[in-house]
T-cell receptor, first 111, second 114 residues
Framework: SQQGEEDPQALSIQEGENATMNCSYK?????LQWYRQNSGRGLVHLIL?????REKHSGRLRVTLDTSKKSSSLLITASRAADTASYFC???????????FGKGNQVVVIP | DGGITQSPKYLFRKEGQNVTLSCEQN?????MYWYRQDPGQGLRLIYY???????QKGDIAEGYSVSREKKESFPLTVTSAQKNPTAFYLC?????????????FGPGTRLLVL
């Protein structure tokens, strides 16, 4: 079952701008992860945020988690053309070491 | 050079034919997973295995089969019972089976029906 749902589905921005995408989920989680997928490739893990954390940074990435609203956001600052990809959130709500992935959020960064 | 590999990159299936997708990892990871990705639908779990000689069905196991005879290998067979097999198939692994494990993905196999 799909737990996460990203919003908006597609985003086109100019290089140097910030890109923000959101993810909502339905049930309680222990952690939430974000992955990136370049076209036709496998997914790459970006960041994990635990349920007791509200914000986490990794380089130009900033992730927030609001468990009361069951939502998370991923912010990419000072975007680059190489950031062009699809971004997926995934939650552990399924348990048993299974992840439930959202439908993905396509980001296009125009040079 | 550690990682997870999938082969072939492209695979063509004829009607009524079974085909097998390969997934190998040299990360010494315990758990392995197979996902199917269709446009606009994200990843859906087909099968997963937490230990050698054991595996569990995911959300869309019908028409697929797997084996886990070796820790490093988790092949997926798409059987003739799978009526709509055209998709991008992704294999992944995790070091352990805790709830904070990061999944490492292979490059994927694109399956097309002739």
């Amino acid at each position: 079952s799909q737990q996460g749902e990203e919003d908006p589905q597609a985003l086109s921005i100019q290089e140097g701008e910030n890109a923000t995408m959101n993810c909502s989920y339905k049930t309680s989680i222990n952690n939430l992860q974000w992955y990136r997928q370049n076209s036709g490739r496998g997914l790459v893990h970006l960041i994990l945020i635990r349920s007791n954390e509200r914000e986490k940074h990794s380089g130009r990435l900033r992730v927030t988690l609001d468990t009361s609203k069951k939502s998370s956001s991923l912010l990419i600052t000072a975007s680059r053309a190489a950031d062009t990809a699809s971004y997926f959130c995934a939650t552990d709500a399924e348990g048993n070491n299974r992840l439930a992935f959202g439908k993905g959020n396509q980001v296009v960064v125009i040079p | 050079d550690g990682g997870i590999t999938q082969s072939p990159k492209y695979l063509f299936r004829k009607e009524g034919q079974n085909v097998t997708l390969s997934c190998e990892q040299n990360l010494n990871h315990d758990a392995m997973y197979w996902y199917r990705q269709d446009p606009g639908q994200g990843l859906r779990l087909i099968y997963y295995s937490q230990i050698v000689n054991d595996f569990q069905k995911g959300d869309i196991a019908e028409g697929y089969s797997v084996s886990r005879e070796k820790k490093e290998s988790f092949p997926l067979t798409v059987t003739s019972a799978q009526k709509n097999p055209t998709a991008f198939y992704l294999c992944a692994s995790t070091r352990g089976i805790g709830n904070q494990e990061t999944q490492y993905f292979g490059p994927g196999t694109r399956l097309l029906v002739l």
